[in-house]
């Protein structure tokens, strides 16, 4: 997890918080929380990589579609 974080981090530093890639350690971010049963940062994750997808790919995508997905089990 803290690889993660660390990942995400660095991530933003160089591309910023719009990119894809940001988005997709965001993503894997919230599966680990999720799976670690801490919801709340979960969702808080998920909401963040749907928000950056859906400014890359548009609602009706299959990006948005799985994170959305994720979002909502």
């Known amino acids: ?16 918080e719009n990119s894809f890639e940001v988005a997709k350690i965001s993503e894997n971010v919230a599966l680990c929380l999720f799976n670690k049963g ?15 997808k859906k400014l890359h790919f548009g609602e009706d995508s299959d990006e948005v ?9």
């Open 38 to 52: 801490e919801y709340q940062g979960a969702v808080s994750s998920f909401l963040d990589a749907l928000r950056v």
């Open 65 to 73: 579609a799985t994170t959305s997905n994720n979002l909502g089990n």
């Open 1 to 16: 997890m803290a690889a993660f974080r660390a990942s995400l981090k660095y991530k933003i530093r160089q591309l910023g």
